[in-house]
């Protein structure tokens, strides 16, 4: 008897065959002959998961079609059509959009707390490319101990070149010796060995990293085909060092060493306030060749420890913002100089309302800048609402309200892009970020005039609301009354030296 599901009607329990391991690459970008989409369905087979009559958004082939019904097989899409298809699990999508599941490409450690506001706001795939903290260089710990707690989403991260800096006794303001930096050359490699997607560097948290340092990065990452990640250097606009400076002293060596980078946040760290002549920047680069991403979330304001360098005296010139424009987060307190200080020695995390709201606007029309949270939700709520509401906030104001984006271009920054900008150092990301014949099953199931975050400042635990199915490797792990926390098909995302799927 087939299990028939439609919106509204009770929470889902998923059920789903082993994965397939039959999909080939190539079908990835099979289209049918009338240009309605991909196909491979069969009349007479009866698949896992059939979502049937919605509206498919595929950003890679730019398919956007409705009436559409997808089959799913283990965890791989195995049909889409307009065919009437049979499952043992269908999903009525009826007037909602049936889109690659988000990519996460800036966040943290997929904790227990905040997976589901991931899930949530429609994240499938949660990578912590800022840095796992925690890891040291054996990042085999890192998956190891996310792999025993099975997530929901899938996971992976990046070595947290910062942390190996402390755990060498190196002060935020010391610079690396020539045997420091061989040390640090060496754990870079172990963690790489071990799976890491790439390499993290914060240099605005740590004044003292050097071009000798970053130049041995560049040479670690380019040996192991795998990308960098920069938060760079906040100098602002001011003379006599300015944004421009803080991107060149990456986006220089990356040109000599042939090396992929990716601007973190730029809104707030490399682009604040000059927006326009940083974007030229980073554009200019890779027309000559230079592959360089960005990311920014949809927020104009950021969010910071209160003890990082990133508060250091100076910080209200810098920022032009005074003490009652920095707002503890999770609450609504506005801080002074005393709260400020107490707050700073317990190192809670500062909200500053600092970002001009047309940076936000020119990065998200950037075809370079794709969607990244910069955060996940963490027990206790000093957070910024970025952790459960980013995706979806782009969907309501930006796409919907605003139309700075439309809505294919909105998914595909939020798909597509971080996909492709992981897929040479991890092979499993060639299958993420597409709604096509052979992609994993990683789907998002929503209204696109109801979609929206509802994560403030005040209360940065709010889920978000209209992702009213959330499929990862082809189970149902959110439905329109909840989640199902009986299912957690997550998968660690490796790179190329330690996936089963490398080519």
Same mark, same amino acid.
């Given at each position: ?79 889409? +059509?307009?065919? $009437?298809?049979? @499952?043992?699990?269908?999903? *009525? =999508?009826?007037? &909602? /959009? ?26 499938? +795939?949660?990578? $912590?490319?800022? @840095?796992?903290?925690?890891? *040291? =260089?054996?990042? &085999? /710990? ?362």
């Amino acid at each position: 008897m087939r299990l028939q599901i439609q919106f509204g009607i009770g929470l889902l329990i998923a059920a789903s065959a082993a994965a397939s391991t039959a999909a080939a690459q190539a079908s990835l970008r099979t289209r049918n002959s009338d240009g309605q989409g991909s196909t491979g369905a069969r009349a007479s087979e009866t698949y896992d998961v059939v979502i049937r009559d919605a509206r498919v958004m595929d950003p890679e082939t730019h398919l956007d079609a409705a009436g559409m019904n997808v089959g799913i097989r283990g965890k791989r899409i195995a049909a889409i +059509t307009r065919q $009437a298809l049979q @499952g043992r699990l269908e999903i *009525g =999508a009826q007037g &909602r /959009v049936l889109a690659p599941g988000f990519v996460d490409v800036l966040s943290y450690n997929p904790n227990a707390y905040g997976v589901p506001y991931k899930l949530a706001d429609g994240v499938t +795939t949660n990578l $912590a490319m800022h @840095g796992a903290p925690g890891t *040291g =260089a054996d990042m &085999r /710990v890192w998956y190891r101990r996310y792999e025993r707690r099975r997530p929901a989403l899938n996971f992976g991260g990046s070595f947290l070149y910062n942390l190996a800096r402390v755990k060498l006794g190196l002060g935020i303001d010391r610079r690396a010796t020539a045997a420091q930096i061989a040390a640090l050359e060496e754990r870079a490699e172990r963690a790489l060995a071990s799976g890491a997607l790439g390499i993290s560097m914060s240099l605005e948290y740590a004044p003292g990293i050097t071009s000798d340092e970053i130049e041995a990065m560049m040479r670690v990452a380019k040996r192991s085909r795998v990308p960098m990640f920069f938060h760079v250097r906040n100098y602002g606009v001011a003379a006599p060092k300015t944004n421009l400076d803080a991107l060149r002293e990456v986006v220089e060596p990356a040109r000599r060493n042939g090396v992929a980078i990716h601007i973190d946040h730029i809104a707030s760290t490399g682009g604040a306030g000059s927006m326009a002549a940083s974007l030229g920047l980073l554009e200019q680069a890779r027309a000559e060749g230079v592959d360089v991403t960005a990311c920014v979330y949809p927020y104009n304001y950021w969010a910071s420890p209160l003890n990082s360098a990133r508060w250091a005296p100076g910080w209200q010139k810098r920022f032009g913002i005074s003490f009652e424009d920095v707002q503890l987060a999770g609450s609504s307190e506005r801080l002074t100089p005393a709260s400020f200080a107490r707050y700073r020695r317990q190192g809670k995390l500062g909200v500053a309302y600092a970002i001009p709201e047309e940076d936000v606007v020119e990065a998200l029309r950037s075809p370079l800048v794709m969607i990244g949270s910069d955060a996940i939700l963490e027990p206790g709520n000093n957070n910024h609402p970025r952790a459960a509401g980013t995706f979806t906030r782009v969907l309501r104001v930006y796409v919907r309200e605003r139309h700075v984006l439309t809505l294919m271009q909105a998914l595909e920054k939020m798909t597509l892009m971080p996909a492709r900008c992981l897929e040479t150092a991890a092979p499993a990301m060639r299958h993420k970020g597409r709604v096509q014949v052979g992609a994993d099953a990683d789907l998002v199931v929503f209204d696109p005039a109801r979609v929206a975050d509802c994560a403030t400042v005040e209360r940065p635990n709010c889920y978000a609301v209209g992702m009213d199915y959330v499929l990862v490797a082809g189970k149902v792990v959110k439905g329109p009354h909840g989640f199902n926390r009986q299912v957690r098909p997550g998968e660690a995302i490796l790179n190329w030296r330690k996936s089963p799927s490398a080519d």
